[in-house]
T-cell receptor, first 112, second 112 residues
Framework: AQSVTQLGSHVSVSEGALVLLRCNYS??????LFWYVQYPNQGLQLLLK??????LVKGINGFEAEFKKSETSFHLTKPSAHMSDAAEYFC??????????FGAGTTVTVRA | ETGVTQTPRHLVMGMTNKKSLKCEQH?????MYWYKQSAKKPLELMFV???????ENNSVPSRFSPECPNSSHLFLHLHTLQPEDSALYLC???????????FGQGTRLTVV
C-alpha cells in the first residue's frame, strides 16, 4: 500500500523567504509523486510531478522538488515566497495502478 | 480551466432530498474519481472508475451512489444525507495510471 505524510500542517514564511514543504512517502515499489496547490474554494492544480526521470523536478510558479529515494522524501521548495503563494499544498503518491493517495495538506501563509 | 467541469458549484439540500452531482471531462481520460474534502480532514478517495468500471470503493456509505455511463461523465447520486456529509466534493480524471490527475472546481455541498 502507498501513503504520503506531510510534516507540518501550517507553514508561515515572510515574503521573499524560502518556502520548504516536507513530504515523505511509503511505497514498496518505485512511486510516482505529485505536488498540488489548492486556493480557497477551488479544485487542486498540479504544481509538478516525479515519474522516474530526473530526480530534481521543476514546476510552475517557481516551485521545484527533489526525489530522494534514500530518504523516501519529495520535499517542495521555492527560493523566494510571494504573497500569491498563500494556499494549501498537497503531496500525492501513485503506484502502478489508478489509486492516487493524498497527504493531509500544508497551509502556507505569507507575511508581508 | 483544467478541462474537468463539475456542476453545480454549490448545493444546499435537506436530509430527505435526492440530488446528483455531475462531472464531465473531454480530455480523453480513462479514469475518473470522486474525492470528499471536509474541513480539517485529509482528502478522502471515495470512488474510482477505470474505463467505466468501478475499481475502488473506499467503504463509502450507500447513501452515496456513483454512476459512470461513459468515459466522459461521472455522477454522484445523493439521498438521505447527514449534516456530516457537508463538504467539498471533487471530481478528477487521469489519462492512465502514473499520470497526473486533473481536478474540477468542486461542488460545495451543505446538508441542512
Amino acid at each position: 500500500a502507498q501513503s504520503v505524510t506531510q510534516l507540518g500542517s501550517h507553514v508561515s514564511v515572510s515574503e521573499g523567504a524560502l518556502v520548504l514543504l516536507r513530504c515523505n512517502y511509503s511505497s514498496s515499489v518505485p512511486p510516482y509523486l505529485f505536488w498540488y496547490v489548492q486556493y480557497p474554494n477551488q479544485g487542486l492544480q498540479l504544481l509538478l510531478k516525479y515519474t522516474s526521470a530526473a530526480t530534481l523536478v521543476k514546476g510552475i510558479n517557481g516551485f521545484e522538488a527533489e526525489f530522494k529515494k534514500s530518504e523516501t522524501s519529495f520535499h517542495l521548495t521555492k527560493p523566494s515566497a510571494h504573497m500569491s503563494d498563500a494556499a494549501e499544498y498537497f503531496c500525492a503518491v501513485s503506484l502502478n495502478d489508478y489509486k492516487l493517495s493524498f497527504g493531509a495538506g500544508t497551509t502556507v501563509t505569507v507575511r508581508a | 480551466e483544467t478541462g474537468v467541469t463539475q456542476t453545480p458549484r454549490h448545493l444546499v439540500m435537506g436530509m430527505t432530498n435526492k440530488k446528483s452531482l455531475k462531472c464531465e471531462q473531454h480530455l480523453g481520460h480513462n479514469a475518473m474519481y470522486w474525492y470528499k474534502q471536509s474541513a480539517k480532514k485529509p482528502l478522502e478517495l471515495m470512488f474510482v472508475y477505470n474505463f467505466k468500471e468501478q475499481t475502488e470503493n473506499n467503504s463509502v456509505p450507500s447513501r452515496f451512489s456513483p454512476e459512470c455511463p461513459n468515459s466522459s461523465h461521472l455522477f454522484l447520486h445523493l439521498h438521505t444525507l447527514q449534516p456530516e456529509d457537508s463538504a467539498l466534493y471533487l471530481c478528477a480524471s487521469r489519462r492512465r495510471e502514473n499520470t497526473e490527475a486533473f481536478f474540477g472546481q468542486g461542488t460545495r455541498l451543505t446538508v441542512v
